[in-house]
C-alpha cells in the first residue's frame, strides 16, 4: 500500500501505511504496567506467541492514540529487568502501529470502539512520540500488576522421564502438566483484573464434558508469553527429560502435589472422595462431568447441599496440596457446584501424572537424564 501522511487535529501528523484493525493480530488486555491518572503503558497478550505493549502517547477532543509495539518472550523480559528500555524495544521492532481509539455508546448501550490506525517506521516517528534514552520500566513508576511481573521471571525446570514409554505418552505427559501449570497461574494471579474475571467466566460456564476442555484451553491462553512453559530440551531416551522455562515456584507446587499422592493413604482418599463425590451427585440431583448437555436446576442446590460441596471442595484442596489457593475458591464459578467441578477437573488431570509419576515413567523437578 502506499505511504500516506495522516493528519489529526490536535494531534501529530503521522506518515506511513493505513490499516484497519482487522489487520492487526488480535491482543488480549493483560495488565497496566504504568498508570497516571490512567494507563500509560499497558501490556497485553498476542497469539501467534509475540505479545505487544501499548503505550499512550497523544490525545484530542476525540480520540485517544497508542502506539503498539510487538515484544518478543526475550525483549519482554529484558524491559522488566530493566535491561532494556521502552526506547529499545520501539527501534528492535522496526515499525509500529499507531491507533486512534474512540469510546462511544451505541444504541443498545453497549460500548463499542472507533478505531483508525497506520503503521510507521522507527524513522519516521514524531520525535514527541519517541520514548527518551533512559525509558526503563523503574520500579518507582509500576503499577502492583508490573511489580509482580519484575518479582516472578522464568527459570529452568526438568520433567524427567525413564522406563516404557510410547508415542501417546510423549504428548500426554507435557498437555497434562501445562494443564495443571495454567490452573495454578490462573488461581496465584487473581489479583489481576483482567485474570480474576476471566477465570470466574470460564468456570462458570458449564455445559458438560466439552465446557471442561474450554475451560483448560482457556486458563492456558491467559498466560502471557513470558511465563508460558517454553521448552528448552527434549531428551525422549530412556532416562530422559523435558526441560522448560517457566514459574519455577507454580512447577514446584504441582511436585509437591504429585509427591504427596505417592503416599497409597493419601492417594486413596483423594480416590475415595471423587467416587463419593459422584455418588452424592446422583443421589442429590446434580449433573456429572461428562454429559454435554448436563444442566443443574438451581432448586436441587439448597443450603445444605451447597455447605456438604464447600466441605468436600475444601477437603479435596487439602489432599491436593493446593492450600495456598484456599482463599481464592469462591472466585471458582458462581456456586459451590462449579466450584467442586472445577476442582475435581484438576484432580482427574492431576491423577493422570501421578499415576505416571508412581509408575516411575516421570519425576518432576528432577532431570533423570543427568546421572
Not at 483448560?216 to 528448552?232: A, C, D, Q
Not at 476442582?343 to 518432576?364: E, G, M, P, T
Request: include cysteine; glycine fraction near 4%; proline fraction near 3%.
Amino acid at each position: 500500500m502506499k505511504t500516506i501522511t495522516i493528519k489529526t487535529r490536535g494531534m501529530e501528523s503521522l506518515k506511513g501505511i493505513p490499516c484497519k484493525s482487522a489487520d492487526l493480530p488480535e491482543y488480549t488486555f493483560f495488565s497496566h504496567l504504568v498508570d497516571f491518572e490512567g494507563p500509560l503503558i499497558s501490556l497485553f497478550k498476542g497469539k501467534q506467541d509475540i505479545d505487544a505493549l501499548f503505550q499512550w502517547v497523544d490525545s484530542n477532543d476525540n480520540y485517544n492514540r497508542w502506539c503498539i509495539i510487538p515484544v518478543k518472550r526475550a525483549d519482554l523480559s529484558g524491559y522488566l529487568e530493566e535491561a532494556f528500555t521502552l526506547k529499545s524495544l520501539i527501534e528492535k521492532a522496526e515499525k509500529v502501529t499507531y491507533l486512534n481509539i474512540k469510546a462511544v455508546e451505541d444504541d443498545d448501550q453497549r460500548r463499542i470502539f472507533r478505531r483508525s490506525g497506520i503503521t510507521v517506521k522507527v524513522d519516521d516517528i514524531p520525535e514527541d512520540y519517541m520514548p527518551k534514552q533512559n525509558s526503563f520500566l523503574y520500579d518507582s513508576i509500576c503499577t502492583h500488576e508490573a511489580l509482580s511481573l519484575k518479582n516472578n521471571l522464568t527459570s529452568e525446570y526438568s520433567i524427567g522421564i525413564d522406563n516404557d514409554l510410547y508415542i501417546d505418552d510423549l504428548s500426554i505427559i507435557p498437555r497434562k502438566f501445562l494443564e495443571l501449570y495454567s490452573f495454578h497461574y490462573a488461581l496465584s494471579h487473581l489479583d489481576f483484573q483482567s485474570i480474576r474475571e476471566k477465570v470466574f467466566s470460564l468456570t462458570s460456564s458449564w455445559k458438560g464434558g466439552i465446557s471442561v476442555v474450554n475451560m483448560f484451553s482457556g486458563m492456558s491462553n491467559l498466560i502471557p508469553t513470558i511465563h508460558k512453559p517454553r521448552v528448552v530440551k527434549l531428551a525422549y531416551n530412556s532416562p530422559g527429560v523435558i526441560k522448560l522455562n517457566l514459574m519455577q515456584y507454580l512447577a514446584d507446587e504441582i511436585k509437591i502435589g504429585l509427591s504427596s499422592s505417592m503416599n497409597p493413604e493419601r492417594r486413596n482418599s483423594m480416590d475415595n472422595l471423587y467416587k463419593s463425590t459422584y455418588k452424592y451427585f446422583r443421589e442429590n440431583g446434580i449433573s456429572g462431568f461428562d454429559d454435554d448437555n448436563s444442566f443443574t436446576s438451581s432448586s436441587v442446590i439448597t443450603q445444605t447441599v451447597s455447605d456438604e460441596l464447600q466441605r468436600r471442595t475444601l477437603e479435596f484442596i487439602e489432599l491436593l496440596r493446593l492450600e495456598a489457593y484456599k482463599d481464592n475458591v469462591d472466585h471458582l464459578g458462581a456456586n459451590s457446584v462449579q466450584r467442586i467441578k472445577t476442582i475435581l477437573s484438576y484432580y482427574r488431570r492431576f491423577k493422570i501424572l501421578s499415576d505416571y509419576q508412581i509408575d516411575k515413567k516421570i519425576l518432576v523437578g528432577t532431570d533423570l537424564s543427568v546421572k
